[in-house]
Every structure is written in structure tokens, then in C-alpha cells.
């Protein structure tokens, strides 16, 4: 008799240590996410124009990225996205996934006012980026923000987000550029 008020006693006290861990982690994952999701920018300042200002201050003789691209690829990649985004991206995930996940990414990012993702993948479907001069990357650069500030005619669907308004892709342009500069050191 003894053993079985032992036993039920240890079965109480687990227990009780089970709920206070699901409630404990619960606390955890829903305040960390509530610290990531306001972890962002001010998105009235995410404009072209301070994308531009951002891109002429850095120094190509001292930038360096962590990660697997050098900086005349990052600054290209950047570029092939906002050009893209006027001529059409060469491939594209289902509409499926457009309207759900993609949908639902980039709400979050545009909330937040900050995007993550990785780094180093590449557009799909993109020509395969060159190494060469950053200089050169980044005039591209430039010259493409330049144009898709004044672009009137039609954007095309994301790959992955689906149809952005022009105010949408300036956003989730901005919002790429800063990703892949926070990654940047001199």
C-alpha cells in the first residue's frame, strides 16, 4: 500500500513538472517569437532612397561578407531580383505556394519591416553569378533602383511571393538589400 501512495505521488509530481515544462517552453517559444516578429525596421524608412544612400557608403576596397558570395555576386543578385520584377522572373513556384506560404512570408516580413532568408540562394532559374568587379555590380545596382523607382508599367508576379504592388516590391527590394548588407564589414 505504501509503494502504490509512493508510486502515485512520483506519477503527481512528474506530472505536475510536465505541465509547468509545456507551460514554461509555450512562454518561451511564444515571447521569442513575439521579440523576432518586432525586431525590425521602421518601415516607413525602408525607401529607395535610403537604399541608395546606404549602397554609395560603402567602401568596395574594405566591404567583406560573411557567407559564401563575394560582394560583386551579392550586389548582382540584388539587381537580377529588382530586374526581374519588371521583366519576369525566369521560374517561378506554384500558385499554390504563392498564395499560401509566400503570401504569408512576405506579410510577416512586411510587418516586421525586415526580411531573413538565405543568403546565398540564388534566383531560380537565374544566370549563374560572376565573381568580377563590385564596382561594376554595384553601377548596376544603382542604375536598376534608379529605374524601378520610376517604372510605370506592369510588374510581374514573385517567384515566390506572387503579385506585388509597386509599393509592396519597393518594400520586399529594400528589405532584401538590408539583409544582404547586414551581412557586410569594412
Same mark, same amino acid.
Request: proline share 2%; hydrophobic share 40%.
Given at each position: 500500500?505504501?509503494?502504490?501512495?509512493?508510486?502515485?505521488?512520483?506519477?503527481?509530481?512528474?506530472?505536475?513538472?510536465?505541465?509547468?515544462?509545456?507551460?514554461?517552453?509555450?512562454?518561451?517559444?511564444?515571447?521569442?517569437?513575439?521579440?523576432?516578429?518586432?525586431?525590425?525596421? /521602421?518601415?516607413?524608412?525602408?525607401?529607395?532612397?535610403?537604399? &541608395?544612400?546606404? +549602397?554609395?557608403?560603402?567602401?568596395?576596397? #574594405?566591404?567583406? =561578407?560573411?557567407?559564401?558570395?563575394?560582394?560583386?555576386?551579392?550586389?548582382?543578385?540584388?539587381?537580377?531580383?529588382?530586374?526581374?520584377?519588371?521583366?519576369?522572373?525566369?521560374?517561378?513556384?506554384?500558385?499554390?505556394?504563392?498564395?499560401?506560404?509566400?503570401?504569408?512570408?512576405?506579410?510577416?516580413?512586411?510587418?516586421?519591416?525586415?526580411?531573413?532568408?538565405?543568403?546565398?540562394?540564388?534566383?531560380?532559374?537565374?544566370?549563374?553569378?560572376?565573381? /568580377?568587379?563590385?564596382?561594376?555590380?554595384?553601377?548596376?545596382? &544603382?542604375?536598376? +533602383?534608379?529605374?524601378?523607382?520610376?517604372? #510605370?508599367?506592369? =510588374?510581374?508576379?514573385?517567384?515566390?511571393?506572387?503579385?506585388?504592388?509597386?509599393?509592396?516590391?519597393?518594400?520586399?527590394?529594400?528589405?532584401?538589400?538590408?539583409?544582404?548588407?547586414?551581412?557586410?564589414?569594412?
Amino acid at each position: 500500500m505504501v509503494f502504490l501512495l509512493e508510486y502515485f505521488e512520483t506519477i503527481m509530481k512528474r506530472r505536475k513538472l510536465l505541465k509547468k515544462s509545456l507551460f514554461l517552453g509555450t512562454v518561451g517559444i511564444v515571447g521569442g517569437s513575439g521579440l523576432w516578429v518586432m525586431n525590425g525596421y /521602421d518601415v516607413e524608412k525602408l525607401t529607395i532612397e535610403q537604399a &541608395l544612400k546606404d +549602397l554609395t557608403n560603402i567602401n568596395l576596397n #574594405q566591404a567583406e =561578407l560573411n557567407g559564401g558570395w563575394n560582394l560583386s555576386q551579392v550586389l548582382n543578385h540584388l539587381a537580377q531580383s529588382i530586374e526581374y520584377s519588371m521583366t519576369g522572373y525566369p521560374v517561378h513556384n506554384s500558385e499554390r505556394f504563392k498564395n499560401t506560404i509566400g503570401r504569408a512570408a512576405f506579410s510577416l516580413f512586411a510587418y516586421r519591416g525586415k526580411m531573413s532568408h538565405n543568403l546565398i540562394e540564388a534566383i531560380p532559374g537565374a544566370p549563374r553569378l560572376q565573381a /568580377d568587379d563590385a564596382r561594376q555590380a554595384l553601377n548596376r545596382l &544603382l542604375t536598376v +533602383l534608379n529605374d524601378f523607382k520610376i517604372y #510605370q508599367g506592369d =510588374l510581374q508576379q514573385h517567384f515566390a511571393y506572387g503579385q506585388l504592388s509597386h509599393a509592396e516590391y519597393t518594400l520586399a527590394h529594400v528589405m532584401h538589400i538590408n539583409d544582404h548588407l547586414e551581412t557586410l564589414f569594412t
